[in-house]
């Protein structure tokens, strides 16, 4: 769970573009978020209720900037990956077997 005011990118289902927000806080049923340009919102916990998105939380996806950085370069790069494996020498095979913990 994010921190409040923490930056996060979210996104509603897979086919969603990802969105930049400002985590600013949680309801039963809902995340909290804003723009940036709504971060003077913290210091008004009323206020965030009504001007805040609210976003059901069984529908969202969110991470934190390093994590969404992480996603993103493992989307850009596990097919490269895989393809290279494919071709990879027996020894290199054998040292990813031992990396990914697999048991054949």
């Known amino acids: 769970m994010p921190q409040i005011g923490e930056t ?5 289902d897979s086919n969603e573009f990802v969105q930049k927000a ?3 806080g949680e309801t039963s049923r809902s995340w909290l978020v804003g723009t940036e340009s709504m971060r003077y919102l913290l210091d008004c916990p ?3 209720a ?3 998105t609210k976003l059901p939380k ?3 996806r969110f991470e934190t ?3 969404y950085e992480l996603s993103v370069w493992a989307s850009a790069h596990r097919w490269k990956i895989r393809e290279a494996v494919n071709f990879a020498s027996p020894e290199a095979l054998k040292k990813i077997a031992e990396l990914v913990d ?3």
């Open 22 to 24: 400002i985590f600013m």
């Open 8 to 12: 996060i990118y979210y996104r509603r």
């Open 58 to 60: 069984k529908d969202v």
């Open 65 to 67: 900037g390093e994590a």
């Open 50 to 52: 009504k001007l805040a």
């Open 102 to 104: 697999y048991k054949g």
């Open 46 to 48: 009323d206020s965030i």
